[in-house]
């Protein structure tokens, strides 16, 4: 044991240098780091300022809409003669022009939100079995199939809705009529195309959107947090309680953000599934509701230069919204710094 030489970082205490053989190479490389211009650098260089002008890019874009969204709709704003901001009407072709945006932002809130308390939990139940329980092969092939809804034209929504599920809803909607009727949003018909109706339809459409997220998210859940869970004596849905959800919460959230900036700006399906009427009604049975995208691809075409300000203005609304919710979803992103990093 004597013989053995002792390892050492100094080359003058006669051991064996192990850090100094490095250091040269390691220098080098850092000089080249820090070199102006470098494309491997992060902050600079070829890649950096494609990074940028591709950030630049986007941000003038949404600025542009912006602006074009305003000057379209200040002139019908100014002509207008109701509350944009309360009236329930929409009047915009008549003379003296009425239009406001009170019933329409409430049908697009309305029918967005029922349709993420329908989704939300069947498109959890989903993503946990195709990551957790199902089988490699057949999670895949779930996961596929599920994927493929995302592909299918809002039209054919729209079209099956109005068509084929109109009348498996309306007889729904007597049924909650009959022993919910206590509760103000279940009131009286008559019963057709209606909120719940729309919801139900939005509700499909964001499902493979919010499964597809949260599967990846439920997949990237580090193995050793699943493994300690179990190792102590968890059951699976205890391991998944404690360790998958947790970790997976920020892009679930992002996930049903994300759906719900999809369920606000939908057209065509609620379109063809709302009633169009301008009311604001919590009762979601009765025929009627309305949603601004939907009264833009109905009003269009009848509209003279007021009546298309006034879609404008509504679009800008509707654009307001959106920004909001693609900003709070961000957010809550970077509020768990450590999702984000193992997620890169």
């Known amino acids: 044991m004597g013989d053995t030489p002792q390892r050492s970082a100094h080359a003058g205490t006669g051991g064996t240098p192990v850090a100094t053989s490095h250091e040269g190479p390691a220098g080098a490389s850092a000089r080249v780091a820090e070199r102006p211009g470098n494309p491997g650098r992060p902050d600079g260089g070829l890649g950096g300022g494609l ?3 591709a950030g630049t890019t986007v941000l003038v874009v949404i600025a542009a809409i912006a602006i074009f969204l305003v000057a379209k709709a200040v002139p019908a704003l100014r002509a207008n003669t109701e509350s944009f901001w309360t009236f329930e009407g929409w009047f915009p072709n008549d003379n003296p022009p009425q239009f406001g945006i009170g019933a329409l932002a409430f049908g697009t809130v309305l029918s967005s939100l029922l349709a993420l308390l329908m989704a939300v939990p069947v498109a959890l139940g989903i993503a946990l079995y195709l990551s957790h329980y199902a089988p490699r092969r057949l999670g895949n092939a779930l996961g596929f199939l599920i994927d493929l809804l995302a592909a299918v034209p809002s039209v054919v929504f729209g079209l099956w809705g109005r068509d084929y599920f109109a009348q498996p809803v309306a007889d729904l909607s007597a049924w909650l009529n009959r022993y919910f ?3 103000p949003i279940f009131g009286d018909g008559p019963y057709g195309n209606s909120i719940l109706l729309g919801s139900v339809v939005l509700a499909i459409m964001v499902l493979p959107i919010i499964t597809s997220l949260s599967r990846e998210v439920f997949r990237q859940t580090p193995t050793a947090n ?9 059951t699976r849905w205890e391991m998944i309680r404690t360790a998958v959800l947790p970790y ?6 992002a996930a049903v953000m994300l759906g719900l900036g999809r369920a606000l700006g939908e057209t065509i399906a609620l379109a063809l599934t709302l009633g169009s009427t301008y009311a604001i009604s919590f009762n979601i049975l009765e025929s009627g509701g309305n949603s601004i995208a939907a009264n833009i691809a109905n009003r269009f ?3 003279n230069d007021t009546g298309r300000g006034a879609l404008i203005a509504s679009g800008l609304v509707l654009f307001a919204i959106t920004l909001i919710v693609n900003i709070t979803a961000r957010a809550i992103i970077y509020r768990r710094r450590e999702f984000t990093e193992s997620a890169a």
Do not use: D, S, Y
């Open 248 to 253: 997976g919460r920020p892009g679930v959230i």
């Open 51 to 53: 990074t940028l002008a």
């Open 226 to 234: 699943e493994e300690a869970a179990l190792a102590l004596g968890a």
């Open 181 to 183: 009727g206590w509760i």
């Open 301 to 303: 075409a009848e509209a």
